[in-house]
């Protein structure tokens, strides 16, 4: 008989325990979608629930979404995979050849497959062109980071693409940020593309550590819901220690290597339920 253990299944914290839509609420709502109830705490019920943001809003599940047209929560702050977490590595970038200019650069994609050009500034190093989406605000704190994460000094501005027209705010912001960050040449402001061109694009969408823990958190709270008990503390049969690897990749992110499919996770357990949750 499975044992109901009232205590989070991450933290064992017998108090403050919440409800956790298992698989992230941003997907929407379906028939048949379980709550598990009980089994987690606010505290990490916060926790797991940033990881369900940055599921949503980076990597293919963010594109196909784009593409799609859906936007999420109505409660929730509208947010461009396409300009989020622009320091960290994860934002969704389609590049691309530009129809009018003899350069890549990179497009925002709209439902149905329509792209429009991103708000970025476009840097040239010896033959190499360098890409960079500019966020909304603090553009000048923003380039003076990249450049120097990318080790830039003084680089040439082949072009920048932002504001409706020129010279209304937008389009001023950029341009005051950028001469503050360069000496070299001339900056160019290109007009954006004219519409009926078909333009190739691609996207190096990469699988996260936060994809991974995400997937991880769905495995492991779908696996709890189910089974109606924590499997934490109350695991089957040559289960034993399948749980706690799930829960210490939830928390602390994979620390196994990388197999070659995209960065999957590859669990070292031998056990059968291991190498199927991950």
């Not at 890409?131 to 923003?142: A, K, S």
């Not at 005051?176 to 160019?188: L, P, S």
């Not at 969408?205 to 936060?210: E, F, K, S, V, Y």
């Not at 109606?228 to 695991?235: K, N, V």
Request: one cysteine or more; glycine letters at 10%; aromatic letters at 8%.
């Amino acid at each position: 008989m499975a044992i109901i253990d009232p205590r989070c299944i991450y933290c064992g914290r017998p108090d403050d325990l919440t409800r956790d839509h298992y698989v992230p609420r941003a997907f929407g709502t379906f028939r048949g979608c379980q709550v598990l109830g009980g089994k987690l705490c606010g505290t990490c019920n916060e926790l797991t629930g940033k990881l369900d943001e940055a599921f949503v809003r980076t990597g293919p599940n963010a594109l196909f979404r784009a593409i799609a047209g859906v936007h999420g929560r109505s409660s929730h702050t509208p947010l461009s995979p396409f300009y989020y977490g622009l320091m960290s590595g994860e934002t969704v970038k389609v590049l691309g050849k530009h129809p009018e200019y003899p350069f890549d650069v990179l497009w925002e994609v709209q439902p149905g497959l329509v792209t429009r050009e991103l708000r970025q500034v476009i840097f040239r190093l010896d033959s190499e062109f360098i890409q960079l989406p500019l966020p909304g605000e603090n553009i000048l704190r923003y380039l003076r980071e990249a450049i120097r994460q990318y080790g830039l000094e003084g680089p040439e501005v082949v072009a920048f693409f932002g504001g409706e027209q020129q010279g209304d705010a937008e389009y001023v912001a950029i341009l005051e940020a950028i001469k503050a960050v360069t000496e070299n040449g001339k900056i160019v402001s290109v007009k954006k593309g004219a519409s009926g061109h078909v333009v190739p694009v691609s996207s190096a969408l990469d699988i996260t550590r936060r994809h991974q823990r995400t997937v991880t958190k769905v495995t492991a709270e779908e696996k709890t819901g189910t089974r109606s008990s924590c499997p934490g503390f109350a695991p089957p049969p040559g289960h034993v220690t399948s749980f706690p690897i799930l829960v210490e990749v939830v928390l602390l992110g994979p620390r196994y290597p990388r197999n070659d499919y995209g960065g999957v996770l590859r669990c070292p357990s031998a056990e059968p339920f291991g190498r199927e949750m991950l």
